[in-house]
């Protein structure tokens, strides 16, 4: 099983386009997208037409949170949601907060920060009190419902395995987190496939959406 990955999307659209390319190419299995469709320079009607017209599994970020609410619009780029098609608001209002997947690897839950808070940071640097401190990630861990996490909000691509000693928690439960990076064009964009038959995750530049490249492969912990 193959699964393309999309992190922080930001109205990219043309860099959107390229990884559902590369996605075909690569003959992934099913596509899932972290959130934050919204609030960037592209055409964010387009995001949403592309990402429904492939079927993608998705989650609402908290830049579409907001457009939705209304709320937070005075950041740079950011849309109004009077300006967008009405079946691009029906998409985005459709999304959940968080999605289970099922995989060859076990439960997969798709998220946009950690869990169900879409403003949780993970960042790979974190260790010691930031991890015993994230309580979203601690509940995860503790739960033990799911082997692997996708989630983005940090637009930092990420492989990395946690375990409840991590966390200073009882037992030995683990999970893995993998952020796919951004679309957008300010964040080292880049796309990603999960190879669960491999156990890799591999990555793909889009700083040129016309002639991407791909990247490093990181093999899951």
């Not at 691009?88 to 995989?103: G, N, Q």
């Not at 997969?108 to 169900?116: A, D, I």
Request: charged share 25%; glycine share 8%.
């Amino acid at each position: 099983m193959k699964l393309g990955l999309i992190g922080d999307i930001h109205a990219e659209d043309e860099r959107l386009a390229t990884a559902l390319r590369i996605f075909a190419e690569h003959g992934t299995d099913a596509i899932l997208f972290v959130g934050d469709v919204a609030d960037g320079v592209g055409d964010l009607d387009r995001c949403c037409t592309l990402l429904a017209d492939a079927g993608a599994l998705g989650v609402r970020g908290n830049h579409d949170r907001w457009l939705l609410g209304d709320t937070v619009r005075s950041l740079p780029n950011a849309h109004v949601r009077e300006d967008l098609a009405p079946q691009s608001i029906a998409f985005l209002e459709a999304l959940p907060p968080v999605r289970d997947v099922e995989t060859p690897l076990g439960r997969l839950l798709l998220c946009h920060g950690v869990g169900h808070s879409d403003m949780q940071r993970l960042w790979s640097r974190d260790e010691g009190y930031a991890l015993e401190t994230n309580d979203e990630l601690g509940l995860l861990v503790q739960a033990n419902h799911h082997a692997i996490i996708v989630g983005g909000h940090t637009h930092e691509r990420m492989v990395r395995r946690y375990r409840a000693a991590d966390l200073r928690l009882a037992g030995d439960a683990t999970l893995v987190f993998v952020n796919p990076g951004a679309l957008k064009r300010d964040a080292t964009p880049c796309c990603a496939v999960l190879d669960c038959s491999a156990r890799t995750v591999a990555f793909v530049e889009l700083e040129d959406p016309k002639a991407p490249q791909p990247s490093e492969t990181l093999p899951l912990p």
